[in-house]
């Protein structure tokens, strides 16, 4: 049973940053895909990045690029998402999700199978 924990959520001043950390059981990394998603309230989910085991480099959603870095440590089995210069319009609920197939990272929220419950970041004015 795939269990996923998000946790490092917050509040902060814009321009801020934060770090968030996903800590993952019950999965071996081959072959599948870990993202980060977000979810504004009244907004759809998307997703703000993603990699596999054999990445160096985690794919970006165009809006974060330069700003949030997304990083794993596969002893710890912990998968981190370093925001940085955060704006206010990115205040969401946080998610990580996995997806059994690397195939899948492309796809949207349907394609992820497993999720954590969520970490609230709230970016103030």
């Known amino acids: 049973q795939v269990q996923l924990v998000e946790s490092g959520g917050g509040s902060v001043q814009a321009g801020g940053s934060l770090r968030l950390s996903c800590a993952a059981s019950?999965?071996?990394?081959?072959?599948?895909?870990m993202a980060w998603f977000r979810q504004a309230p009244g907004k759809e989910r998307e997703k703000v990045a993603w990699?596999?085991?054999?990445?160096?480099?985690?794919w970006y959603a165009e809006s974060v690029k330069g700003r949030f870095t997304m990083s794993r440590d596969s002893a710890k089995k912990t998968v981190d998402l370093q925001m940085n210069s955060l704006k206010p319009e990115e205040t969401a609920m946080y998610f990580c999700?996995?997806?059994?197939?690397?195939?899948?990272?492309?796809?949207?929220?349907?394609?992820?199978?497993?999720w954590g419950p969520g970490t609230q970041v709230t970016v103030s004015l």
């Open positions: 999700a996995v997806s059994v197939s690397s195939q899948y990272c492309l796809g949207g929220p349907a394609n992820f199978n497993y």
């Open positions: 019950g999965y071996s990394w081959n072959n599948m895909c």
């Open positions: 990699t596999t085991r054999g990445s160096s480099n985690p």
